[in-house]
């Protein structure tokens, strides 16, 4: 299985891929997607182009997007959901179902606690991917959130062959 993270975001939007063979998680590529243009619809564009690049690029498999937080702002809300859109959109475009985490999930899955930091969820990820090259906080928590999917698909596949023996 090879699982596609997504952390969302407008201006960069974070990227990491890890293939899972049973218990063995092995990091593949990460990276972050920056958005350009002068208006939204030149940049939610240039994100969606982007996704696409990575995700001909690696093939992956499954896909793995973080829900987001309700802001104070509800301008700054309604905007990080449009790019939340292009990452649910662009694999979806592939043909690839995409699961969705709340980012406490994420957290307590990856680090243990549900409140962690950024450093602390780094660390872990670090941990888990021996050897991998972190692109900056965005791309460490997109591994993070591919991580956390990787331990929920596989106890879900788990729970649902122990059902079809019963």
């Known amino acids: 299985m090879r699982v596609l993270g997504i ?3 407008l201006r960069r939007m974070g990227w990491g891929i890890i293939d899972v063979k049973g218990n063995k998680l092995t990091h593949i590529a990460n990276g972050v997607c920056c958005s350009q243009g002068n208006d939204l619809a030149a940049r939610l564009l240039s994100l969606f182009g982007q996704m696409e690049e990575v995700l001909t690029t690696w093939h992956p498999n499954q896909a793995a997007v973080e829900n987001t937080f309700i802001n104070k702002d509800g301008v700054s809300s309604l905007k990080l959901a449009q790019a939340r859109a292009i ?3 662009a694999p979806k475009k592939f043909g690839i179902n995409v699961s969705e985490y709340a980012p406490n999930k994420v957290k ?3 680090v243990g606690i549900g409140h962690a930091d950024k450093q ?6 670090q941990l888990q991917l021996p050897g991998v090259q972190i692109n900056g906080p965005d791309s ?3 591994l993070a959130i591919a991580i956390c999917h990787s331990y929920h698909s596989v106890s879900n596949n788990r729970f649902q062959q122990a059902l079809e023996k019963v």
Request: aromatic letters at 0%; glycine letters at 6%; a negative charge.
């Open 108 to 110: 307590k899955t990856v």
């Open 7 to 9: 952390d969302p975001g």
């Open 120 to 125: 602390q969820i780094s660390h872990m990820v």
């Open 87 to 89: 990452a649910l959109l």
């Open 140 to 142: 460490s928590d997109a």
